[in-house]
């Protein structure tokens, strides 16, 4: 149980365009899922939080209009990186935690590349 | 504000034990620990609540005093396998304003 995946698990695109990462908890419903981004060898940083049917709650620094959040369903959270540029490029990771419940599970992360 | 992990890294031979510490300046409500290998996602190891709890997993358990907001990941007897990068996780509350601020990570390289 507790099973969080993400797609695509990598992506490269060109600086300028936009790239949409899902993140689905497969096998509960996540009332709360969260976006983190980690670069190499470093610690995973909070970007925002998503409650479903609710606008994200974003952390200080971060862009808000650059990365979009949506939570639509109590499955289902994306992030869109708008007008990605170099210094976009990191793993994004997302995770999700239900209703009740301390614990999150992680998805498997997604690296982007931006050229 | 982010825990502090100790030590930053650590080497064993496979069978050694090893402790690795997350410390807060802020009272905590929870502790979670994870574990990360190279290029995958964290791996849910175990949480713990405020309440002086101390939780076991096959060879690994840790413990959490509130009153020092402390905890501590206990890996007994390790394996190859648990080679990898642990990460603490803090929550200074729970309900709707739940969220984890984690530390910069203890590597741990587990050598045959």
């Known amino acids: 149980g507790a099973v969080v995946s993400q797609h695509p698990s990598r992506v490269i695109c060109k600086s300028g365009t936009s790239v949409k990462i899902e993140c689905r908890s497969l096998d509960f419903q996540a009332t709360t899922m969260f976006w983190y981004r980690q670069f190499p060898k470093k610690s995973l940083m909070l970007m925002a939080t998503?409650?479903?049917?609710?606008?994200?709650?974003?952390e200080q620094g971060v862009e808000k209009d650059k990365f979009l959040i949506n939570h639509a369903s109590l499955t289902l959270s994306t992030l869109t990186v708008t007008s990605a540029h170099p210094e976009d490029s990191s793993f994004y990771i997302c995770s999700a935690k239900r209703g009740g419940y301390n614990e999150q599970f992680f998805g498997p992360g997604t690296r982007l590349t931006v050229l | 504000q982010q825990p502090v992990q100790s030590p930053q890294a650590v080497i064993l031979r496979e069978g050694e034990d090893a402790v690795i510490n997350c410390s807060s300046s802020?009272?905590?409500?929870?502790v979670h620990w994870y574990r990360q290998k190279h290029g995958e996602a964290p791996v849910f190891l175990m949480i713990?609540?405020?309440?002086?709890e101390q939780k076991g997993h096959e060879k690994i358990s840790a413990s959490f005093n509130e009153k020092k907001q402390q905890s501590s990941l206990y890996l007994t007897a390790s394996q190859l396998s648990y080679s990898g990068t642990y990460f603490c996780?803090?929550?200074?509350?729970?309900?709707?304003?739940?969220?984890?601020?984690f530390g910069k990570g203890t590597l741990l390289t587990v050598n045959p």
């Open positions: 802020k009272a905590l409500y929870s």
């Open positions: 998503s409650n479903e049917g609710s606008k994200a709650t974003y």
């Open positions: 713990l609540l405020k309440g002086g």
């Open positions: 996780g803090t929550a200074a509350s729970g309900g709707s304003n739940y969220k984890l601020t």
